[in-house]
């Protein structure tokens, strides 16, 4: 067994899955690695990104390369924009694909630079935690640049909702769990986050 566990580390030292997350994502790390590995695939992941359009200078810094990079950026990381300011008043400039001091922003452009930075690019979607919306205009110009959309939210409830139990939850009495409360991801959500993303990288069924 533990052979089993380590076998990704015994044959290759290059990750094969790289993850860019921010949100609630990247709170779901240890069941997400755990879940890949059982898959017998190593993983990295980037340093927190600011922003979409940090995204490929996060991919550009995983080791070696990976076969497939899941992305996952919180709706609260916006793309910035030139009308932004500091306290001070004064516009920072931002050094990315963004350009700097555009006060419009082509998504399709920025979507096109993150497909472009990497290989098979899976996008984490979702309604109700902290990640890009599924019908979100960001979520629909990274489609149309060719990257794939992995909707996690289908095994999600909203805040405190109780949601009938999988046969992998730990469950109380009432035979159900939530998945979401407001602080975002409980451990139940982020482990159905976790199976939803393997499935999808893997093309299997969660279970």
Known sequence: MVLWWWWPGLTDERPEVGIVASGDVRTAAEPLDRRLREQGLRTEWSDEPVDWCSVPESLAGLAGGVDIAVVAIGRNNAIPTGDSTTDSGVEPAVESICGEGDDVLDLDDVAEAVVGAGPRIVVITADDIDVL???????????????????????????????????????????????????????????????????????????
Do not use: F, H, K, N
Request: a negative charge; aromatic letters at 2%; one cysteine or more.
């Open 133 to 207: 919306g599924p019908d979100d205009e960001m979520a629909a110009a990274l489609r149309r640049a060719g990257a794939t959309t992995i909707d996690v939210g289908r095994l999600l409830g909203g805040v405190d909702e109780p949601m009938v139990c999988a046969w992998w939850d730990d469950c109380d009495s009432t035979g159900t769990v939530v998945t979401v409360d407001s602080a975002g991801l409980t451990d139940a959500g982020s482990q159905r986050v976790a199976r939803t993303i393997v499935a999808g990288v893997v093309g299997e069924g969660p279970g």
